[in-house]
Structures are given as C-alpha cells and as structure tokens.
C-alpha cells in the first residue's frame, strides 16, 4: 500500500470518527461538553476503524483478484459534509472510496464485467454487515458502550452504502443483481431494528 492511499485512509477514519463521535454526542450540543465529545470519539474510532477501513479494503482485495487496479481516494468534500451533518445528529458517510480502474484480456478487452463490478462493490457493505453482527454478539455477552457504538457505526455504514443511489455501492449492486441487493438491505435493516432493541 502507498504512503498517500495510507495516509487518506487514516486521516478519513479519524475525520470520520469525529463526525460519528458528534452525532453521538448530541449534534451541536457536543460543542460545549468536549469531555463527552473526545470520550464518545474514542470508543468510536473503534467502530470506524474497523468498519470504515475494513470496508474500502473489501473493495479493494476484489478489485485486484479481478485483476483491476484499485487504490482508496479520499473525498475532502465528503469529510467536511459527514462534519458538518453530524452537528445535526446523523453522519452523511461518504468520506472517499476506492478508485478502480479495469485491467484487460490478451485480446484488449476489459476485465471488469457487471457481474465482477457487482461483487467488488458488494464486499464492503459485507463487512460491515459481519462486523456489525460480531459488535452486536459482543456486546450481548459483554455490555460495553464501544460494542453498542460499533454495531451501530457498522449497520448505518453497510445501510448507508446498500441506497442504490449515484455512486454508492448499492446503484452497482441493484445494476448487477436486484436479489442479491435486496437480500443485503433485508439483512442490514434486520441487524438496524435488533441494534434499536437491544442495544
């Protein structure tokens, strides 16, 4: 991995955190207790740590099974607007994405089908949806704020990326296969109402 794809891969978990860490804090109203503002970021640095990073590496290892180059980006505007939409208490989680640029046959021709398309851009809302599911197990076994936060980052991350809108995940997905999309938002909203229950 490249210094620079490192670099925007943390600089967007920490901004990204914060803007959890904020609309986890009350939106605006985490301005004036910083003490519960930095507590509630650090516990959920964890949840984007994991699932942010772990996401956009998803992506990219199928990417390059595929044979494609692929490599994160980080989206500056996208960090400002998770920021300043946490202050308002939900986070708009767009914070980069991984570029993918298409290899080719012996004949020319581009490797990268909608099928193949399909499942790199499936990937990371996948892993979300594992670790959401091992954050809500963990914290059924041991009741823990940093477990109840990462369930919850990992759920909105994995439903946030499944809207089947512009360039998110879940326009390239609904593309190559409304089924498997589908299945994956009923399984995202599912572990969103028992994270709502129980957490």
């Known amino acids: 991995m490249k210094a620079k794809e490192s670099k925007d891969l943390v600089v967007s978990a920490l901004l990204l955190a914060l803007a959890f860490g904020i609309a986890f804090s009350g939106g605006f109203r985490a301005i ?11 516990l959920a640095l964890v949840g984007v740590s994991t699932g942010f990073v772990l996401h956009e590496l998803g992506h990219r290892f199928v990417a390059r099974r595929f044979g494609c180059f692929a490599e994160y ?8 607007l998770a920021i300043v939409c946490s202050l308002f208490g939900f986070v708009f989680a767009a914070p980069g994405a991984v570029m993918v640029h298409p290899g080719a046959d012996l004949w020319g021709r581009p490797t990268l089908t909608k099928q193949r398309l399909g499942l790199i851009s499936i990937a990371g809302p996948s892993m979300n949806i594992c670790l959401a599911v091992v954050f809500i197990l963990l914290n059924t076994l041991y ?26 995940d879940g326009a390239k997905i609904f593309s190559w296969d409304k089924k498997v999309w589908l299945a994956a938002v009923i399984i995202t909203v599912g572990l969103f109402g028992i994270g709502f229950l129980i957490l």
Request: hydrophobic residues 60%; proline residues 7%.
């Open 73 to 80: 980006k980080m989206w500056f505007t996208g960090l400002i």
């Open 32 to 42: 004036f207790d910083p003490d519960r503002l930095i507590s509630v970021f650090l």
């Open 143 to 168: 009741p823990s704020l940093v477990f109840s936060l990462g369930a919850r980052i990992n759920t909105w991350l994995a439903l946030f990326n499944l809207l089947p809108f512009g360039l998110l």
